[in-house]
């Protein structure tokens, strides 16, 4: 069998004959198994991090601010 990389992802290799890998074709038919339902708060700073036990910023953006005194209060 031939085989070809993911046209989507980039990353799978999937059978010629096929025209996405599993992980693509289960994520566009919004079934996504490996992806956490559980919805996470995010530090609205720099919207990486999540935020813990109704944080409003993450404990890196906090540090960061604590040191960086350019940045004003609000
Ligand atoms: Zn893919
Ligand atoms: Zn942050």
Redesign the pocket.
């Known amino acids: 069998m031939k085989y070809k990389k993911?046209p989507?992802?980039n990353?799978?290799y999937v059978v010629e004959a096929q025209n996405?890998?599993e992980?693509?074709q289960l994520e566009m038919s919004g079934k996504s198994t490996n992806f956490d339902p559980i919805e996470w708060d995010f530090c609205p700073f720099c919207e990486k991090n999540r935020l813990e036990n109704g944080e409003e910023i993450c404990k890196k953006c906090r540090e960061k601010r604590q040191k960086n005194t350019s940045f004003d209060d609000i």
């Open positions: 993911c989507r992802c990353l799978n996405f890998c992980i693509c």
